[in-house]
Protein backbone atom coordinates (compact mmCIF):
# COMPACT_ATOMS: atom_id res chain seq x y z
CA UNK A 1 0.00 0.00 0.00
CA UNK A 2 1.29 3.41 -1.10
CA UNK A 3 2.56 5.79 1.81
CA UNK A 4 -0.41 7.94 3.18
CA UNK A 5 -0.15 11.71 3.48
CA UNK A 6 0.73 12.83 6.91
CA UNK A 7 -1.87 14.52 8.72
CA UNK A 8 -1.32 17.27 11.88
CA UNK A 9 -5.46 18.47 11.01
CA UNK A 10 -6.76 15.45 10.40
CA UNK A 11 -8.49 14.24 6.91
CA UNK A 12 -12.39 15.64 6.92
CA UNK A 13 -12.51 18.72 8.82
CA UNK A 14 -15.65 21.41 8.11
CA UNK A 15 -15.56 25.11 8.26
CA UNK A 16 -18.05 25.52 10.84
CA UNK A 17 -21.34 27.94 10.72
CA UNK A 18 -21.45 30.25 13.80
CA UNK A 19 -25.40 30.11 15.07
CA UNK A 20 -27.09 32.81 16.17
CA UNK A 21 -30.40 33.72 17.27
CA UNK A 22 -33.00 36.37 15.57
CA UNK A 23 -31.70 38.78 17.03
CA UNK A 24 -27.92 38.36 16.20
CA UNK A 25 -26.63 37.17 19.48
CA UNK A 26 -24.29 34.03 19.18
CA UNK A 27 -26.16 30.45 19.67
CA UNK A 28 -24.07 28.31 21.44
CA UNK A 29 -26.51 25.17 21.68
CA UNK A 30 -26.87 25.21 18.13
CA UNK A 31 -23.30 25.14 17.95
CA UNK A 32 -23.18 22.52 19.61
CA UNK A 33 -25.46 20.53 17.98
CA UNK A 34 -23.62 21.22 14.82
CA UNK A 35 -20.52 20.05 16.20
CA UNK A 36 -22.02 17.16 17.45
CA UNK A 37 -23.47 15.90 13.95
CA UNK A 38 -20.50 16.67 12.04
CA UNK A 39 -18.02 14.36 14.47
CA UNK A 40 -20.58 12.13 13.85
CA UNK A 41 -20.65 12.21 10.47
CA UNK A 42 -17.34 11.54 10.17
CA UNK A 43 -15.32 15.20 11.29
CA UNK A 44 -11.72 14.40 12.56
CA UNK A 45 -11.13 18.49 13.28
CA UNK A 46 -13.65 21.40 13.24
CA UNK A 47 -12.55 24.77 12.20
CA UNK A 48 -14.70 27.47 14.57
CA UNK A 49 -14.43 31.28 13.56
CA UNK A 50 -13.44 31.07 10.01
CA UNK A 51 -14.79 32.38 6.96
CA UNK A 52 -18.02 30.39 7.02
CA UNK A 53 -18.05 30.75 10.61
CA UNK A 54 -18.71 34.84 10.18
CA UNK A 55 -15.25 35.53 11.83
CA UNK A 56 -15.32 39.04 10.33
CA UNK A 57 -18.04 40.15 12.14
CA UNK A 58 -17.93 37.83 15.54
CA UNK A 59 -15.86 39.24 18.32
CA UNK A 60 -13.13 37.33 20.10
CA UNK A 61 -14.77 36.79 23.88
CA UNK A 62 -17.66 34.83 21.09
CA UNK A 63 -14.60 33.53 19.80
CA UNK A 64 -13.33 32.28 22.71
CA UNK A 65 -16.17 30.95 24.58
CA UNK A 66 -17.38 29.22 21.36
CA UNK A 67 -13.74 27.21 21.69
CA UNK A 68 -14.41 26.06 25.28
CA UNK A 69 -17.91 25.04 24.70
CA UNK A 70 -17.41 22.82 21.12
CA UNK A 71 -14.42 21.91 22.74
CA UNK A 72 -15.97 20.80 26.03
CA UNK A 73 -18.86 19.13 23.97
CA UNK A 74 -16.54 17.35 21.47
CA UNK A 75 -14.45 15.44 23.94
CA UNK A 76 -11.36 14.33 22.31
CA UNK A 77 -13.43 12.74 19.12
CA UNK A 78 -12.05 15.87 16.84
CA UNK A 79 -9.43 18.60 16.60
CA UNK A 80 -10.28 21.84 17.05
CA UNK A 81 -8.45 24.49 15.17
CA UNK A 82 -9.42 28.52 15.14
CA UNK A 83 -9.26 30.82 12.74
CA UNK A 84 -6.88 33.73 13.63
CA UNK A 85 -7.39 35.60 10.58
CA UNK A 86 -7.49 39.51 10.09
CA UNK A 87 -5.35 42.29 7.79
CA UNK A 88 -4.38 44.18 11.65
CA UNK A 89 -1.35 41.62 12.35
CA UNK A 90 -1.85 42.50 15.89
CA UNK A 91 -5.16 41.68 16.06
CA UNK A 92 -4.78 38.37 14.81
CA UNK A 93 -2.06 38.26 17.29
CA UNK A 94 -4.73 38.43 19.78
CA UNK A 95 -7.11 36.12 18.33
CA UNK A 96 -4.42 33.72 18.07
CA UNK A 97 -2.86 33.81 21.61
CA UNK A 98 -7.39 33.89 22.96
CA UNK A 99 -7.90 31.22 20.87
CA UNK A 100 -5.16 28.94 22.58
CA UNK A 101 -5.76 29.72 26.57
CA UNK A 102 -9.56 28.57 25.27
CA UNK A 103 -8.08 24.96 24.33
CA UNK A 104 -7.64 25.12 20.56
CA UNK A 105 -5.44 22.56 19.30
CA UNK A 106 -4.62 24.45 15.80
CA UNK A 107 -4.56 27.19 14.02
CA UNK A 108 -5.99 28.43 10.61
CA UNK A 109 -4.04 31.68 9.33
CA UNK A 110 -5.27 33.81 6.00
CA UNK A 111 -3.19 35.59 4.31
CA UNK A 112 -3.90 39.38 4.62
CA UNK A 113 -6.42 40.68 3.22
CA UNK A 114 -7.89 44.09 1.24
CA UNK A 115 -5.13 45.99 2.40
CA UNK A 116 -2.72 43.70 -0.16
CA UNK A 117 0.77 44.09 1.55
CA UNK A 118 4.14 43.02 -0.64
CA UNK A 119 4.90 39.44 -0.24
CA UNK A 120 7.36 40.59 2.28
CA UNK A 121 4.27 41.46 4.37
CA UNK A 122 2.86 38.22 3.98
CA UNK A 123 5.45 36.35 5.37
CA UNK A 124 5.60 38.84 8.26
CA UNK A 125 2.01 38.73 9.48
CA UNK A 126 2.24 34.74 9.10
CA UNK A 127 5.14 34.49 10.99
CA UNK A 128 4.10 36.90 13.51
CA UNK A 129 0.98 35.02 14.39
CA UNK A 130 2.95 31.22 13.99
CA UNK A 131 5.65 32.74 16.55
CA UNK A 132 2.66 33.68 18.77
CA UNK A 133 1.58 30.69 20.24
CA UNK A 134 3.01 27.08 20.00
CA UNK A 135 -0.23 25.67 18.20
CA UNK A 136 0.43 24.08 14.70
CA UNK A 137 -0.38 26.70 11.75
CA UNK A 138 -2.50 25.92 8.51
CA UNK A 139 -1.72 29.01 6.25
CA UNK A 140 -4.71 29.73 4.51
CA UNK A 141 -4.26 30.57 0.71
CA UNK A 142 -7.43 32.34 -1.27
CA UNK A 143 -6.47 34.49 -3.56
CA UNK A 144 -10.23 35.34 -4.44
CA UNK A 145 -11.23 36.52 -1.04
CA UNK A 146 -7.99 38.30 -0.15
CA UNK A 147 -6.48 39.86 -3.59
CA UNK A 148 -3.24 38.42 -2.68
CA UNK A 149 -1.93 35.14 -3.60
CA UNK A 150 1.16 33.27 -1.73
CA UNK A 151 4.04 33.40 -3.75
CA UNK A 152 6.46 30.31 -4.42
CA UNK A 153 9.41 32.13 -2.68
CA UNK A 154 7.06 33.50 0.79
CA UNK A 155 5.61 29.94 0.65
CA UNK A 156 9.01 28.24 0.94
CA UNK A 157 10.14 30.66 3.58
CA UNK A 158 6.64 30.40 5.68
CA UNK A 159 7.49 26.57 4.97
CA UNK A 160 10.66 26.50 7.25
CA UNK A 161 8.72 27.92 10.44
CA UNK A 162 8.69 25.07 12.50
CA UNK A 163 5.26 24.90 13.41
CA UNK A 164 3.84 26.21 9.90
CA UNK A 165 2.36 22.38 8.85
CA UNK A 166 -0.20 22.81 6.44
CA UNK A 167 -1.97 24.73 3.94
CA UNK A 168 -5.41 25.08 2.78
CA UNK A 169 -5.49 25.72 -0.73
CA UNK A 170 -8.33 27.61 -2.50
CA UNK A 171 -6.54 28.96 -5.54
CA UNK A 172 -8.16 26.98 -7.48
CA UNK A 173 -4.54 25.34 -8.86
CA UNK A 174 -4.06 21.90 -8.31
CA UNK A 175 -1.21 21.75 -10.29
CA UNK A 176 0.75 24.26 -8.64
CA UNK A 177 -0.25 22.54 -5.37
CA UNK A 178 1.03 19.38 -6.00
CA UNK A 179 4.63 20.86 -7.32
CA UNK A 180 4.47 22.70 -3.75
CA UNK A 181 3.39 19.78 -1.92
CA UNK A 182 6.14 18.18 -3.77
CA UNK A 183 8.88 21.36 -3.28
CA UNK A 184 8.04 21.76 0.20
CA UNK A 185 6.84 18.89 2.03
CA UNK A 186 3.55 20.68 3.79
CA UNK A 187 0.64 18.89 3.68
CA UNK A 188 -2.36 20.17 1.57
CA UNK A 189 -6.11 20.50 2.08
CA UNK A 190 -8.39 20.99 -0.24
CA UNK A 191 -10.63 24.44 -0.09
CA UNK A 192 -12.48 23.91 -2.46
CA UNK A 193 -15.31 21.53 -2.07
CA UNK A 194 -15.90 21.06 -6.24
CA UNK A 195 -11.77 20.12 -6.07
CA UNK A 196 -12.00 17.64 -3.02
CA UNK A 197 -11.69 14.68 -4.85
CA UNK A 198 -8.72 16.60 -7.24
CA UNK A 199 -6.68 17.42 -4.52
CA UNK A 200 -6.95 14.21 -2.84
CA UNK A 201 -5.99 12.36 -6.11
CA UNK A 202 -2.84 14.37 -5.68
CA UNK A 203 -1.56 13.53 -2.80
CA UNK A 204 -3.64 16.28 -0.23
CA UNK A 205 -4.07 15.13 3.18
CA UNK A 206 -7.42 16.11 3.40
CA UNK A 207 -10.32 18.41 3.15
CA UNK A 208 -11.68 21.66 4.66
CA UNK A 209 -15.02 21.89 3.66
CA UNK A 210 -18.30 24.04 3.52
CA UNK A 211 -20.37 21.20 2.13
CA UNK A 212 -19.43 19.01 4.80
CA UNK A 213 -22.19 20.21 6.67
CA UNK A 214 -24.67 18.18 4.83
CA UNK A 215 -22.43 15.14 3.28
CA UNK A 216 -19.38 14.90 5.84
CA UNK A 217 -20.25 11.11 5.63
CA UNK A 218 -19.75 10.96 2.02
CA UNK A 219 -16.03 12.71 2.34
CA UNK A 220 -15.05 10.32 4.97
CA UNK A 221 -15.81 7.86 2.18
CA UNK A 222 -14.00 9.70 -0.56
CA UNK A 223 -11.09 10.28 1.69
CA UNK A 224 -10.93 6.10 2.42
CA UNK A 225 -11.52 4.88 -0.76
CA UNK A 226 -8.68 7.72 -1.96
CA UNK A 227 -6.50 5.98 0.88
CA UNK A 228 -7.35 2.25 -0.07
CA UNK A 229 -6.20 3.45 -3.72
CA UNK A 230 -10.13 2.51 -4.86
CA UNK A 231 -10.18 5.98 -7.35
CA UNK A 232 -13.13 4.39 -9.32
CA UNK A 233 -14.97 4.27 -6.42
CA UNK A 234 -13.78 7.39 -5.31
CA UNK A 235 -14.81 9.01 -8.57
CA UNK A 236 -18.47 7.47 -8.13
CA UNK A 237 -18.46 9.30 -4.47
CA UNK A 238 -17.58 12.36 -5.33
CA UNK A 239 -20.33 12.21 -8.28
CA UNK A 240 -22.74 12.22 -5.78
CA UNK A 241 -21.67 14.91 -3.73
CA UNK A 242 -21.41 17.27 -6.74
CA UNK A 243 -25.64 18.58 -6.33
CA UNK A 244 -25.13 19.14 -2.71
CA UNK A 245 -21.72 21.01 -3.31
CA UNK A 246 -23.43 23.01 -6.32
CA UNK A 247 -26.67 23.86 -4.26
CA UNK A 248 -24.50 24.79 -1.07
CA UNK A 249 -21.16 26.83 -2.64
CA UNK A 250 -22.64 27.48 -6.53
CA UNK A 251 -23.61 30.79 -5.57
CA UNK A 252 -20.70 31.89 -3.64
CA UNK A 253 -22.28 32.08 -0.23
CA UNK A 254 -21.62 29.19 1.04
CA UNK A 255 -21.73 30.53 4.86
CA UNK A 256 -25.34 31.49 3.96
CA UNK A 257 -26.78 28.03 2.42
CA UNK A 258 -24.49 26.38 4.87
CA UNK A 259 -26.82 27.67 7.50
CA UNK A 260 -29.65 27.43 5.43
CA UNK A 261 -29.07 23.61 5.02
CA UNK A 262 -28.72 23.02 9.05
CA UNK A 263 -31.98 24.75 9.34
CA UNK A 264 -33.52 22.45 6.57
CA UNK A 265 -32.04 19.35 8.52
CA UNK A 266 -33.42 20.57 11.45
CA UNK A 267 -29.96 20.72 13.12
CA UNK A 268 -30.67 24.72 14.51
CA UNK A 269 -33.77 26.60 14.45
CA UNK A 270 -32.35 29.67 12.90
CA UNK A 271 -30.54 30.58 9.74
CA UNK A 272 -29.59 34.31 10.69
CA UNK A 273 -26.59 35.48 9.83
CA UNK A 274 -25.19 39.11 10.60
CA UNK A 275 -24.38 41.50 7.58
CA UNK A 276 -22.98 42.31 5.51
CA UNK A 277 -24.28 39.14 4.71
CA UNK A 278 -28.01 38.88 4.29
CA UNK A 279 -30.21 35.65 4.14
CA UNK A 280 -30.98 33.39 1.66
CA UNK A 281 -33.75 34.35 -0.66
CA UNK A 282 -36.94 31.61 -1.01
CA UNK A 283 -35.99 30.53 -4.15
CA UNK A 284 -32.21 29.66 -3.26
CA UNK A 285 -33.66 28.16 0.05
CA UNK A 286 -36.34 26.25 -2.47
CA UNK A 287 -33.19 24.73 -4.87
CA UNK A 288 -31.47 24.04 -1.47
CA UNK A 289 -34.34 21.80 -0.06
CA UNK A 290 -35.11 20.01 -3.68
CA UNK A 291 -31.06 19.05 -4.11
CA UNK A 292 -31.63 17.72 -0.32
CA UNK A 293 -34.37 16.13 -0.96
CA UNK A 294 -33.03 14.52 -4.38
CA UNK A 295 -30.53 13.41 -2.68
CA UNK A 296 -32.48 11.86 0.62
CA UNK A 297 -31.35 13.83 3.25
CA UNK A 298 -35.00 15.38 3.69
Known amino acids: ?7 TFGSVSVAM ?10 DIDSALNVADKLVNDGCDALVLSGTTGESPTTHQPEKNELIREVKAAVAGRAMIIAGAGSNDTAHAVRVAKGAQESGAEGLLVVSPYYNRPSQEGVYQHITAIADSTDLPVMVYDIPGRTGV ?27 QGFERITRTGLEYYSGDDALNFAWLAHGGSG ?73 ASEAEIDMLRRALEADGYL
Open 149 to 175: AIADDTLDRLAEHSLIKAVKDATGDVP
Open 17 to 26: VTPFHPDGSI
Open 1 to 7: MAQLPSR
Open 207 to 279: VVSVAGHVIAKGLRALVTEVDDGDLPAARVEFAKQAPIIDAIMGGGQGAVMAKESMKLLGVIPSAAVRLPLVG
